[in-house]
C-alpha cells in the first residue's frame, strides 16, 4: 500500500478559533509569569561586579592608565548602579586620590562580605589592621578578580613587603583589554559608516526585484498562528522543564540553556513539517537555497546596517524611556558560572549557532512570507520584527532587538534566502558573547 502524504494543514475554524483563543491566553500568563520573575530576579542586588561594572572599571582603569584622559568620574558614578560595582569605583577612586568620595561608596555593600571589603578597604588606604588571606581573596572574587580587585590586594601586598608585580601586571591586562575594546569600537565605526552607505543604497534600489521571491508557504493563516503559539508554549516548558531536571545538580546548570534550546527548536521543526505537509530538508532547501556571493554580500552589508540602525535606536531609546534593568543579565551571570571550555563551546555554538539558525528559519523563513501573502510586506517586516523581540521577554531589549529583527527581515526580503539573515544573527549573537565572556 502506497503511503499518502498530508496536504498543508487548514484546520476547521469551530474549533481552531476557541483553541487559538486558549492557547493566546496561556501563551500571555506564561510571559507574564516569566516577566515577574525575571523582575524580582533583577530587582535583586548582585553580589558581585556586574558586567556594567566592569566596563566602567574598564573606562575609568583605561583613563587612569593612560595618565591624558580625564577621568569620567560622575558618568562612572551614575552608570554603577550594582553594590559591588560602586565598590569597584570607590577603589579606583582612592586610586585616584579622591579618598573622600572613595569612602563614601565603600560604605554601599552590605552584609558580612560588605564589612569584609571595608576592612580589606580600611587596611589598603587607611592604615587599619590586614584581613586574612581568606577575606582577602573573597573580597577579590566579589570584585571581580579585575583591574580593581588586584590594585586593592597590592595595596595591601605593599604592606607585606611589595605589591608592585601584581600592579604592573594588572596595568598590563588592563592595556591590552583596552586595546581590544578600542579595536572592536573602531570596527563597529567603520561598520556604522558602512550601515550608512547600506542603508542609502537600500533605499535608491527599493524597487529593484529582489534576488529571488519569498518562499511560498502553502498552510493557511490559522493554522500558523496555532504553530506559533503552541511553539511559544513549548519555548516557555522547556525551559522550565529543564531548570526541574537538572536542579539536583547545580554544576550543571549550564546545561540548561542548550537542553531548553534544543527541544523547543525540535518542537516547531515538527510542528512545521507536519503543518505544511512536507520534511524539513525540503522546508530548508525552500527557505534557504545554496548560498551565493550575492548572499554573502548582502549578509554583511545587513550586518553593518544593523549596527548602525540599533546603535540608534539604542540611543534614542535611552533618551525616551526610562533606564531599565540590564535585559542580558541571565546570559551574563549564566556565562561567568561556566568553567572549562567544554562548557564555553556548547554555549557559544547554541547562542551563535542554534539560536540564529533556528530564529531566522521561524520567524524570518516561517512567519515573514506566511504574514506578507495576505498583510503586504510592510506588516510582515514589521509584524516579523516585533514576535522576534517579544519572543525574548525583554522589555529594556525591545527596542534594540526590534531594529535588529526588522533588518534580518530587510536582508531576507532582498535575497529570498536565509543564509545573509543567519550570518548577520551569528555573528551579532557570537560578538555579544565573546564580550560579556570576556567580561564575565
Not at 124 to 130: M, N, S, V
Not at 132 to 151: K, M
Not at 265 to 293: H, K, M, N, Q
Request: contains cysteine; charged residues 15%; aromatic residues 8%.
Amino acid at each position: 500500500m502506497t503511503s499518502v502524504r498530508p496536504g498543508p494543514w487548514d484546520p476547521d475554524r469551530r474549533w481552531a478559533d476557541p483553541l487559538i483563543t486558549f492557547l493566546g491566553l496561556a501563551a500571555l500568563l506564561a510571559s507574564l509569569l516569566v516577566l515577574r520573575g525575571r523582575h524580582q530576579v533583577q530587582a535583586a542586588p548582585l553580589d558581585h561586579a556586574s558586567l556594567q561594572g566592569r566596563l566602567v572599571e574598564m573606562a575609568v582603569g583605561g583613563a587612569q592608565a593612560l595618565g591624558k584622559t580625564p577621568v569620567p568620574w560622575r558618568t562612572a558614578e551614575t552608570q554603577a548602579t550594582e553594590p559591588w560595582d560602586q565598590a569597584v569605583l570607590a577603589v579606583l577612586m582612592a586610586e585616584g586620590g579622591d579618598r573622600e568620595s572613595a569612602r563614601r561608596l565603600a560604605q554601599v555593600p552590605k552584609g558580612a562580605i560588605g564589612d569584609w571589603y571595608r576592612r580589606a578597604f580600611a587596611a589598603a588606604y587607611d592604615g587599619a589592621p590586614l584581613p586574612g588571606r581568606g577575606v582577602r581573596q573573597e573580597v577579590q572574587r566579589r570584585l571581580g578578580n579585575g583591574y580593581a580587585a588586584n590594585l586593592l590586594e597590592a595595596r595591601l601586598e605593599d604592606r607585606e613587603g611589595s605589591g608592585e608585580a601584581r600592579r604592573t601586571a594588572a596595568r598590563k591586562a588592563l592595556r591590552a583589554r583596552f586595546a581590544g575594546f578600542a579595536a572592536l569600537g573602531s570596527l563597529l565605526t567603520v561598520l556604522t559608516l558602512g550601515g550608512v552607505a547600506a542603508g542609502i543604497h537600500l533605499w535608491v534600489t527599493r524597487k529593484r526585484p529582489p534576488l529571488r521571491p519569498l518562499p511560498a508557504w502553502h498552510l493557511s493563516e490559522r493554522a500558523a498562528a496555532l504553530i506559533f503559539l503552541l511553539w511559544f508554549l513549548a519555548f516557555f516548558a522547556s525551559g522550565n522543564l529543564a531548570v526541574l531536571l537538572l536542579a539536583p545538580w547545580p554544576s550543571l546548570r549550564w546545561v540548561v540553556l542548550p537542553l531548553a534550546s534544543l527541544a523547543h527548536a525540535v518542537v516547531g521543526i515538527a510542528l512545521l513539517a507536519r503543518a505544511e505537509g512536507a520534511s524539513f530538508g525540503e522546508l530548508w532547501r525552500r527557505v534557504a537555497p545554496a548560498p551565493t556571493a550575492k548572499d554573502l554580500s548582502w549578509g554583511a552589508a545587513g550586518l553593518a546596517l544593523a549596527v548602525a540602525l540599533v546603535t540608534a535606536a539604542a540611543l534614542l531609546a535611552s533618551l525616551i524611556l526610562p533606564p531599565e534593568q540590564n535585559p542580558q543579565r541571565e546570559l551574563q551571570e549564566l556565562l561567568r558560572g561556566l568553567s572549562g571550555w567544554a562548557p564555553t563551546l556548547a554555549m557559544f555554538a547554541v547562542v551563535a549557532g542554534l539560536a540564529p539558525v533556528f530564529e531566522e528559519f521561524f520567524f524570518r523563513g516561517f512567519i515573514l512570507p506566511v504574514v506578507a501573502r495576505r498583510g503586504g510586506l510592510g506588516l510582515a517586516l514589521v509584524g516579523s520584527a516585533l514576535l522576534f523581540a517579544a519572543i525574548h521577554l525583554q522589555p529594556a531589549g525591545l527596542p534594540a532587538l526590534g531594529t535588529l529583527g526588522f533588518v534580518l527581515g530587510l536582508a531576507f526580503w532582498r535575497t529570498g534566502s536565509l543564509w545573509p539573515a543567519i550570518l548577520i544573527h551569528a555573528c551579532w549573537n557570537g560578538t555579544l558573547f565573546c564580550v560579556m565572556r570576556a567580561l564575565a
